[in-house]
């Protein structure tokens, strides 16, 4: 025991060499030692371990052996992949913003409808849920708010709420206010949207998203090429699988492949929740209570039956819209690479505010690599505004769409030519 506890460490400490190395971007011939000084490894082709040395593919399978590897392991992973697809190209990438999940879901709002007066709204959120709301409104009350404060969106209002505050948890709470009025619908589907999904999913279009909600993912696991229940395993969200948790799936998939469609969803999602304990992630596709769950602290880590989980999302908050969790770096780092690396991009229903400044710094970075021909924006009318700020991104590069995001997919689906 005392010499696999010894073996890991060793193991650790390179792991740990490697993924710094990885993060400073150095290349295939740089060399490096170990610890102790003794066997030089050339990083990433090959690495010394003991008397054989390692293959990327077995490098990856003494990862997946030694979970106590950790970040290191996952940055090293994520650095080989990125040198591996550096090169890629992708046809199309899809990247959507409130706009498209609301334009087939009329109920889901725009960051700039969630007023706090919007989320105290007990019209169409569940029986019951009206003592959240009454923790926040006494929280407010406690602080002698005006009224007029109940005007100010989430984005501007959300700092202002302490988090883990007895007895009232008005931070808490709030989260919940907002998960809610995220759901969709039960049972009811996005007519127009399935064409679109199996698209994607067929010619492996990649869609990143900032929205929290699970418009792509209902779509997705209600394919018609799947059959039985629980996780269809046709969505790849871009998360390292030795951090996931395992989802029940009882079924098969009736075209025989493996293909999966990569849908990154930079903020987060409502259905995903990470235990605090065994630091694994659930990544719940169409369950849409995960986030709130666990924010709450109903339920159990399906892993190691810890009671202390977490929400896996970035507040919509000024000034902190940033990755603040190690699956949604994955997401980030993952994302970079596939608008590197993508001819067209299509954008919809986001309109690239002020407040969005790291994703803007993500699409500069991104389009810096100079693979981008086309950029394609889908507004409903003219915004100049919008267009504006999407060209001091990608310059000429940029076409505006204005008949909507449904119209697009409509027009995608007929054949018929597009009309700007």
Not at 141 to 159: A, D, G, M, P
Not at 213 to 220: Q, R
Not at 293 to 308: F, H, N, P, Y
Not at 377 to 397: S, T
């Amino acid at each position: 025991m005392e010499y696999r506890r010894g073996r890991i460490a060793r193991e650790y400490r390179r792991w740990g060499r490697l993924a710094r190395l990885a993060r400073s971007g150095l290349g295939a011939t740089h060399v490096t030692h170990d610890d102790e000084g003794r066997k030089p490894a050339r990083f990433p082709n090959s690495a010394k371990h003991g008397e054989e040395e390692l293959s990327l593919d077995n490098a990856f399978a003494l990862i997946e052996r030694h979970p106590a590897l950790g970040f290191g392991a996952c940055a090293f992973q994520n650095y080989v992949r990125i040198r591996k697809n550096k090169n890629m190209t992708i046809e199309t990438s899809y990247f959507l913003g409130a706009g498209a999940s609301k334009a087939f879901y009329r109920t889901l709002p725009l960051a700039s409808e969630m007023t706090l007066e919007y989320l105290l709204d007990l019209r169409g959120l569940p029986i019951g849920f009206d003592q959240a709301i009454a923790r926040v409104e006494q929280y407010m009350v406690n602080q002698c708010w005006h009224k007029e404060k109940r005007l100010n969106t989430f984005e501007e209002i959300y700092s202002e709420f302490p988090e883990n505050l007895d007895p009232l948890c008005p931070r808490e709470n709030l989260e919940c206010c907002l998960f809610e009025k995220l759901r969709l619908p039960d049972h009811i589907g996005a007519r127009g949207l399935d064409a679109w999904v199996d698209e994607c999913l067929e010619r492996g279009h990649p869609i990143l998203t900032t929205n929290y909600d699970t418009t792509v993912e209902w779509e997705i696991e209600n394919h018609p090429g799947w059959l039985g229940s629980g996780d269809s395993g046709l969505l790849n969200y871009g998360i390292p699988e030795h951090l996931c948790l395992p989802l029940p799936s009882v079924g098969c998939r009736l075209d025989g492949r493996s293909n999966k469609l990569l849908l990154l969803k930079l903020y987060g999602s409502i259905g995903w929740s990470r235990c605090r304990e065994c630091g694994k992630y659930h990544l719940a596709r169409i369950y849409q209570r995960g986030a709130r769950d666990a924010v709450i602290g109903r339920g159990k880590c399906l892993g190691c039956g810890g009671t202390s989980r977490s929400a896996v999302f970035v507040p919509l908050a000024v000034g902190e819209k940033d990755p603040n969790d190690m699956a949604l770096k994955a997401i980030w780092e993952e994302a970079e690479q596939v608008l590197r690396g993508s001819r067209k991009i299509v954008f919809a229903g986001f309109s690239l505010n002020p407040s969005d400044q790291k994703i803007r710094e993500l699409l500069e970075r991104a389009s810096s690599a100079g693979q981008t021909f086309n950029v394609t924006v889908v507004l409903d009318g003219n915004h100049p505004e919008i267009l504006a700020r999407y060209r001091e991104v990608y310059g000429e590069r940029v076409e505006l769409y204005r008949l909507g995001w449904v119209k697009y997919l409509q027009e995608r689906s007929t054949g018929h030519p597009f009309r700007y």
